[in-house]
């Protein structure tokens, strides 16, 4: 049986108006009497009407949709981002694809292209820890379509970005970790070419430089797959410890999670003696054992900023030539005895 929706020439023929008027009242127009809007909404959803989305873009060219690409839907600050996008997104009729490129730069590539032949009408992307050409993001926005990039950030693509302050809040983490005594503090951070990665180590070690600490390269331990292979994360843990650190920056959600059950498996004496500073959005974090310094990205936010940047970019009558780098704060929190302190 198939199921039959009225449409705007139904609700015009039972009102007696024309097909323009409905869609005009329908859309609250300034030109339709308040009467006449009244009316048509009343009947409209007494027949259950619903606007036709595939007529809605035939006619105006456009999929009201948006594609967002994210390394795993499941890491805390992503799916903290996902909800700032969709809080934007659906307030302005837009609907969101999402999709994961699991750290893996063909699937990445896989799914920008499988959204974009979807016509999508604007994406929202975090590269994967894998990618370093990005040739074919330039070719789809040379031919029109809409790109701002959050969190993993390239350089040299002239477009909206959205980014934390990395360099600060891995500073933060450091300075404290030094304010609280510790002096052989290693480094555990994702692939070498991600933005985040080379802002974050800047940040790291200009903190140790303040307190004239050597930098040592031993103790920064990259994980090309950001730490969604725990034999990556515990091989790193292996490596650092002869190196007896007594204090660990971690740069990602993942790793700082994957890190702390890392140490337990590696050594749980070990564990429980290490001071640990990281990057998590974790809203479980004062439960975490051994304690953790957390620094937390204002991810919705973020989600929220580069939704509205690109929804601009989208709308706007002309092509848009001035492009804004974002920076938003992070916020340092240290938990001890259950009790959570901000360091803002």
Excluded at 19 to 24: E, G, I, L, Q
Excluded at 39 to 62: F, G, H, Q, T
Excluded at 75 to 101: M, P
Aim: aromatic fraction near 8%; charge should be neutral.
């Amino acid at each position: 049986m198939r199921f039959e929706t009225s449409t705007i020439k139904d609700i015009a023929k039972a009102l007696g108006l024309s097909t323009s008027t409905v869609s005009r009242a329908l859309r609250d127009r300034y030109e339709i009497s308040e009467e006449t809007k009244k009316l048509v909404l009343a009947y409209a959803e007494k027949v259950n009407y619903r606007a036709n989305p595939i007529a809605r873009s035939l006619k105006e060219r456009r999929s009201y949709s948006i594609g967002i690409i994210v390394s795993e839907i499941a890491n805390n600050f992503f799916s903290q981002v996902i909800n700032g996008i969709e809080s934007i997104a659906y307030n302005k009729d837009y609907h969101v694809i999402i999709s994961q490129s699991h750290e893996s730069f063909e699937q990445e590539k896989l799914n920008v292209e499988h959204l974009a032949s979807r016509s999508i009408d604007g994406l929202l992307i975090a590269l994967s820890s894998e990618t370093q050409n990005i040739d074919y993001l330039r070719d789809l926005y040379a031919k029109g379509l809409p790109i701002v990039f959050f969190d993993r950030v390239p350089e040299n693509f002239e477009t909206h970005k959205v980014i934390a302050n990395n360099f600060k809040g891995s500073f933060d983490a450091t300075e404290h970790l030094i304010l609280s005594g510790k002096r052989t503090i290693a480094h555990l951070t994702n692939s070498e070419n991600l933005s985040i990665t080379k802002e974050r180590l800047k940040g790291y070690q200009a903190a140790l430089a303040k307190y004239h600490i050597d930098f040592n390269t031993d103790l920064v331990k990259y994980c090309q797959h950001g730490g969604m292979h725990s034999e990556e994360l515990e091989t790193a843990v292996k490596e650092l410890l002869p190196l007896k650190p007594d204090g660990i920056f971690i740069a990602s959600d993942r790793l700082t999670t994957g890190c702390i059950m890392a140490l337990k498996n590696t050594n749980p004496e070990f564990a429980h003696k290490i001071a640990i500073a990281g990057f998590t959005n974790s809203n479980l974090v004062e439960l975490f054992s051994p304690s953790l310094t957390s620094v937390r990205q204002p991810a919705f936010e973020m989600g929220q900023v580069a939704t509205e940047l690109l929804i601009s970019m989208i709308e706007a009558k002309r092509p848009v030539v001035d492009f804004e780098t974002k920076i938003l704060d992070t916020e340092l929190i240290k938990i001890q005895k259950g009790i959570s302190n901000k360091f803002l």
